[in-house]
């Protein structure tokens, strides 16, 4: 995987990384980028043997100290918890979360099968839930500690037929937020990224015929980003320096999101409630 040719700042000691759904794409080029400082990488994902060692190998060739590769299906949460507590093991305890793995089926509302909002919904929102509920405690424990979960520009803007997934983005975008609040002050961010279109396997099915026309109907930018280009923004979370940052839902989307205000906001229209008794 392709790593950054910027020099790489100064960090404290050594960091244990957990990233979910990093056998491939987005989830590998983040493990690489994080690689690169030297820290412990814990791989997730449900590869066969040969990409395991695939995505092994390119982690520990981008600088990575020690890797291993931890499977778990995430639709399961008796899984998702083994998963944490393997991770947790190895070094005592997950130092930067990253909930990367993520899930999506289009359709509209009406004809969504059950079974996939339940799996959608768990793999993309409940399964960072328990990893983060495993994780944090060690970071409080520390005074230092990073979560970051890629969310989506569908967790700031809806899109049709993709109702479980739009929920689960606009979920883990609230997530991040409630447990940012939660560990304000710790030592431990909490933040979400929201990517618009990037080139992964994820949505090559949907943009084959019409990729060009898609990207410039919604991103300005007309470009798409690349997974690299999402491991620097959670690089950047990761630092010391952003110690400060903390519930933010960050969007990498080629101006996709720049496009919508809030209506109130837009035309001033905001209602004067000066004169109410708050009654909560």
Known sequence: CATSSRPLPAMSHPKTVLITGADRGIGLAIACRLAAYGWRIALHGLADDAAREAAMAAVRTAGASEV????????????????????????????????????????????????????IIAVNLSAAFHLMQACLPGMLAAGWGRVVNIASVHGLVASVNKAPYVASKFGIIGLSRAAALETAGSGVTVNAICPGWVETALIEPQILARMRELVLEKQPSGQMSQPADIAEAVAMLCGDWAHNLTGVALPLDGGWTAQYQPPCRAANLAPDISGIRRLW
């Open 68 to 119: 291993i590769f931890l499977g778990g299906d995430l639709r399961d949460s008796t899984a998702t918890q083994q998963l944490a507590q393997a991770a947790l093991v190895w070094h005592g305890r997950i130092d930067v979360l990253v909930n990367n793995a993520g899930m999506q089926y289009t359709s509209p509302l009406t004809e969504m099968p059950a079974a996939m909002w339940d799996s």
